[in-house]
């Protein structure tokens, strides 16, 4: 039987406030336990919650980036279930009215080889508190309660069950990533756990419309972890209904080291949680001036930067929608083309998307840390250009830029004359390498001269071979035909 993977994201995003979403309590990972927890965050007798302004402010400009709703009323409701982590018995969050409804994400991902775009429509995105955190190692056999986490703002949002494979989920994970972080809205520090994904993972035979039963992957901060959990949920759950079992609706963990999900719970619906208006919070009234305000301050927006690219700079819809995958990636592009001229911006998109990405995934370095600035590449850029070097050469000369780590503007230019990497220009010079590779091949000039076209690329190596690679191609070729022709 053939089966398809259904797959739907809940991402938990920390928002990027100086204090909780309900208390003036701070949120700055690494204080000693318990020391950032109030009485507002402990639910403790005689206080309110107050709701955090910048936290609302966060989500409108969310919503606004992926088209959605901001609904003018939303309502904060009490979530109810009992864990030793969750100080008051309850989570404030948003059940029926949430503050952003509706949406979509547009992505990049590779499909049997070929890399296509996929946009996932987005269910809402609502803002509840944080719970604490347990801590199991160290306390001899016991767990620890850390509540410093406890009313930390969190935005949740919640994608349509349109995923169909584990490539697509990451792939649309890490685009979510890069856009909180583009708004500002989240610093996206997955080890710290500002950005986490819950993974509800389900599979049904091909052709049929009803949902299979689906099992949720929790707490997931990191793309890798994402990636393996779904394989082997995937597999998990075929293997036990074709040999005659049933998939039971659980929340599960994965266990990196043994490299399998984990049952944590079995799963609870809405109902179980017994959701209630918050007694304590009035409806949250969003006027249209609000929104107004808000978008009159985000940045240039992803999508509409790639327009921008498209137009500008005559890139193809894919080459833009990688280059704007990032803030830091579109800035040192456009950094890139401001140095080295709107006529090296197919070649600046080449080699951001190939060469320096390739470096910066194997040093794992992020690109706003790249050791090869803008600038730099954007003259290695000009002297594959204008002639100077080859391309070939400039793949080189990128690898020794990349190992100086030095700040010198100048570096391609002190890298090619050390190196001796400048191409043969000079007509004469070139000519006479051009006649002493023809009298010493006639075999590949009669070929030519008889049709076989191809065998001018012999004459081309020939003459690379010579010149020990410094020949410049174009020049050879046109000498090379034009002497032929003779």
Known sequence: ???????????????????????????????????????????????????????????????????????????????????PDLPKGYQISQFEDPVVQGGSLTFAFEKDGKLETKTVNLTRAHLEEDAGKSLHEDYHGMSGIDLNRAGTPLLEIVSEPEIRSAAEAVAYAKALHGLVMWLGVCDGNMQEGSFRCDVNVSVRPVGQKEFGTRCEIKNLNSFRFMEEAIHYEVRRQIELIEDGG?????????????????????????????YFPDPDLPPLAISQDWIDRVKASMPELPAAMRERFIGDYGLPEYDALILTSSQAMATYYEAVVAKAGKESAKAAANWLMGDVSSALNRADVAIENSPVEASQLALLLKRIADGTISNNAGKKVFSLMWEAQSEDEHLADTIIEREGLKQISDTGALEAIVDEVL????????????GKEAAINALIGQCMKASKGKANPAQVTELLKKKLAA
Request: hydrophobic fraction near 40%; glycine fraction near 6%; charged fraction near 25%.
């Open 439 to 450: 009298a010493n091949n006639a075999k590949s000039v009669e070929q030519y001269k008889a």
């Open 1 to 83: 039987m053939q089966w398809e993977v259904v797959i739907g994201l809940e991402n938990h995003v920390q928002l990027t406030t100086n204090s909780k979403i309900f208390s003036g309590s701070s949120i700055k990972f690494g204080a000693e336990p318990n020391t950032q927890a109030s009485p507002v965050d402990l639910a403790l007798p005689g206080v309110l919650p107050v709701m955090n302004k910048g936290a609302v402010e966060r989500a409108i400009c969310f919503g606004l980036a992926v088209g959605a709703k901001i609904a003018p009323q939303s309502v904060f409701a009490r979530k109810n279930y009992f864990y």
């Open 246 to 274: 049933k998939v039971v609706q659980a929340t599960r963990l994965w266990d990196p080291d043994r490299k399998e999900t984990r049952e944590m719970r079995t799963k609870e619906d809405a109902q179980d949680y017994r």
